[in-house]
């Protein structure tokens, strides 16, 4: 059975920083395509940040120079750090990984931006 999980959201006055945690059982993150989707209420799910299975990285241009993706092999874990942030980053952040035949989604940690 694959489990995503995701921890690490709370809540965070701006200009602060959080670490996301994907922490998945039942396959392994270096072999997948994993991500960072983050959604709104009332909004369509948004890409934040991906790290393919050969380490290629890529960001939303909103979050360029103030989040980092990464993934620890040995834990299993894919991480986003995330520094300054602002109010309108506070939405549910959710992990998701796939290959061409298959995707897996965590359930959504809040994150929450404000003083």
């Known amino acids: 059975q694959v489990q995503l999980v995701e921890s690490g959201g709370g809540l965070v006055q701006p200009g602060g920083s959080l670490r996301l945690s994907c922490a998945a059982s039942?396959?392994?993150?270096?072999?997948?395509?994993m991500g960072w989707y983050r959604q709104a209420p009332g909004k369509q799910r948004e890409l934040v940040a991906t790290?393919?299975?050969?380490?290629?990285?890529t960001y939303v241009d909103s979050v360029k120079g103030r989040f980092t993706i990464s993934r620890d092999n040995a834990e299993n874990t894919v991480y986003l750090q995330m520094n300054s942030l602002k109010p309108e980053d506070s939405v549910v952040y959710s992990c998701?990984?796939?290959?061409?035949?298959?995707?897996?989604w965590g359930q959504g940690t809040q994150v929450t931006v404000s003083s």
């Open positions: 998701n990984a796939r290959t061409d035949v298959e995707g897996y």
């Open positions: 039942g396959i392994a993150v270096r072999l997948y395509n």
């Open positions: 790290i393919l299975r050969c380490g290629e990285i």
